[in-house]
């Protein structure tokens, strides 16, 4: 019983903590490291294309063959055989 009552109090004093607050708030706001894995051959983003040169050759053509300069926001987890980009 006495074990029990020593972990209830020490379970409040970490719980009421100041310190052990700031030290949590500090760690959940740092942003993780990112890490970039590549599937396939990375790619030389020399001789990439304007997104709106691209449409107008779509436009034109029905079809282009480009390379586009952009961030990518999100995709497949599993092959990376999908991704959609801020351009």
Do not use: H
């Not at 993780?32 to 990439?48: H, K, L, Q, R, V």
Request: hydrophobic share 40%.
């Amino acid at each position: 019983m006495s074990r029990f009552i020593v972990f209830l109090l020490f379970i409040g004093f970490a719980c009421s903590s100041p310190e052990a607050q700031q030290e949590q708030e500090s760690s959940t706001l740092e942003e993780p490291m990112a890490e970039f894995a590549f599937y396939g051959d990375t790619i030389n983003p020399t001789g990439s294309s304007m997104l709106s040169e691209v449409v107008e050759l779509v436009d034109q053509n029905g079809e282009a063959s480009a390379k586009i300069e952009g961030t990518i926001t999100s995709c497949c987890q599993k092959k990376g055989c999908w991704m959609k980009m801020e351009v």
